[in-house]
């Protein structure tokens, strides 16, 4: 079955700076690659997803990179803001929807 | 329109129990999923339900199982509750692709 990397696990940055998040996959028929945020005590919230027919995606300070040959796919977040502090899911799932398959989350903490 | 429902909110079980937990999804929604979801191991897919036929199944024992009813709803069992299994399960309802999530409930089992 599908199974999904992400790394770090937790990520400190100063306001103002980038973070990047990885995750691989290691089911090529995976062909929809969506990523989460989860505040505190909050439910998961859909941030920006991609299919596979897409290299990248782009929406405002949020950016996905998906690279299918090596089965793995990035989170780019510009200008953060403390606002921007919760953990982070990735997920891969094929027929795109189905059988989402979730990274254990990065915990990432934009400090004032 | 709502978003997912999910009840109850919280839970406290024995050890040996069962417990059913509920989740009304968005109207015209047809999947929904189960997740549990704990501190060490993130969201782990449990079932998706469509159109009431599991579609998709975890790796999780038998001691648990759901059903979804013509309306969508859909209901998951955990039958003899063991420590481990307190966690906060949510369930998400989707149409497309995007999976909208309910609230959760947070079971404890003691």
């Known amino acids: 079955g599908e199974n999904v990397e992400q790394h770090p696990s937790t990520l400190s940055v100063q306001e103002g700076d980038s973070a990047v998040i990885k995750c691989t996959y290691s089911?090529?028929?995976?062909?929809?690659f969506p990523w989460y945020k989860q505040e505190l005590g909050k439910r998961p919230q859909l941030i920006i997803d991609?299919?596979?027919?897409?290299g990248e995606k782009k929406d405002q300070r949020i950016a996905v990179t998906l690279n299918k040959t090596a089965k793995h796919f990035s989170l780019h977040i510009t200008e953060t803001q403390p606002e921007d502090s919760a953990v982070y899911f990735c997920a891969a799932s094929f027929n795109y929807g189905q059988n989402f398959v979730f990274g254990p989350g990065t915990r990432l903490s934009v400090l004032p | 329109k709502a978003g997912v429902t999910q009840t109850p909110r919280y839970l406290i079980k024995t050890r040996g129990q069962q417990v059913t937990l509920s989740c009304s999804p968005i109207s015209g929604h047809r999947s929904v999923s189960w997740y549990q979801q704990t501190p060490g191991q993130g969201l782990q897919f449990l079932f998706e339900?469509?159109?009431?036929?599991?579609?998709n199944k975890g790796n999780f024992p038998g001691r648990f199982s759901g059903r979804q009813f013509s309306n969508s709803r859909s209901e998951m069992n955990v039958s003899t509750l063991e420590l481990g299994d307190s966690a906060l399960y949510l369930c998400?309802?989707?149409?497309?692709?995007?999976?909208?999530f309910g609230q959760g409930t947070r079971l404890t089992v003691v």
């Open positions: 089911d090529s028929a995976s062909n929809y």
């Open positions: 991609i299919r596979s027919n897409v």
């Open positions: 998400a309802s989707r149409f497309n692709t995007e999976a909208f």
């Open positions: 339900y469509f159109s009431e036929t599991q579609r």
